[in-house]
């Protein structure tokens, strides 16, 4: 059972250049958690899906940013016209729908690391 | 909003104890996680621990919880130089059902031979 796929590990962007970060979460997970961790901080939550739907974007800049998760395929946390400031590790996790014990452990991918230049 | 507090750094020898603090506000947080990060890498988690218990112990693990202090620690015993990474401490807000996790700032394990 493979773990959680991101992609690229790596990326290098211009100002002003889009970037588009790429998640697959472990077979039988509808749950994908994007979270943003910025130079010796903690990761920071930015949203959260299941399929089709954005449940929570409370920690996503309101600008620039987009993420979604399709029925079919993997995904996609988008950042247009990306700054300096965006420079930073994105982690994606996923989890199974919550089970009967109320415990809900997310699955975390490698990350993807922004630079952007 | 919660907010999750750690001591950035820890250095220690080779099979001595590690102990890692942690402290956090939401009184409604449920469950409580230690997660675990190497260079280059994404989080692993180590153990979690339920509101409702004092102690978890795995292994070489054992997670104290202080509902009453909002405080949560993680002892290492016999630490290896393996064990040197990024230490993170997380809760959950069930209260909410969405799952989102609230990140410390980590504190970074330095274990010398």
């Known amino acids: 059972n493979a773990g959680v796929m991101q992609n690229p590990r790596h990326l290098v962007r211009r100002r002003g250049q889009e970037a588009r970060l790429r998640c697959s979460p472990m077979k039988g997970h509808s749950h994908v958690y994007w979270y943003r961790q910025l130079p010796e901080e903690g990761l920071k939550f930015m949203v959260y899906l299941q399929k089709e739907n954005i449940i929570d974007e409370s920690g996503m800049p309101k600008e620039r940013f987009s993420a979604e998760f399709p029925k079919e395929g993997p995904s996609i946390l988008r950042i247009q016209q990306v700054v300096r400031g965006d420079s930073a590790a994105y982690f994606c996790a996923s989890s199974p729908s919550f089970s009967d014990r109320g415990y809900n452990e997310q699955f975390f991918g490698p990350g993807t690391r922004l630079t952007v230049l | ?113």
């Open chain 2, 1 to 113: 909003g919660e907010d999750v507090e750690q001591s950035l750094f820890l250095s220690v020898r080779e099979g001595d104890s590690s102990v890692i603090n942690c402290t956090y506000t939401d009184s409604s947080s449920t469950y409580l996680y230690w997660y675990k990060q190497e260079p280059g890498a994404g989080l692993q988690l180590l153990t979690y621990i339920f509101s409702n218990m004092d102690m978890k112990q795995d292994q070489r693990l054992t997670v104290l919880l202080n509902k009453k202090d909002k405080h949560l620690s993680l002892r290492i015993a016999d630490t290896q130089t393996g064990d040197s990474a990024i230490y993170f401490c997380a809760e959950i807000d069930r209260g909410s059902t969405l799952g989102r996790l609230y990140f410390g700032r980590g504190t970074q394990l330095t274990v010398w031979p």
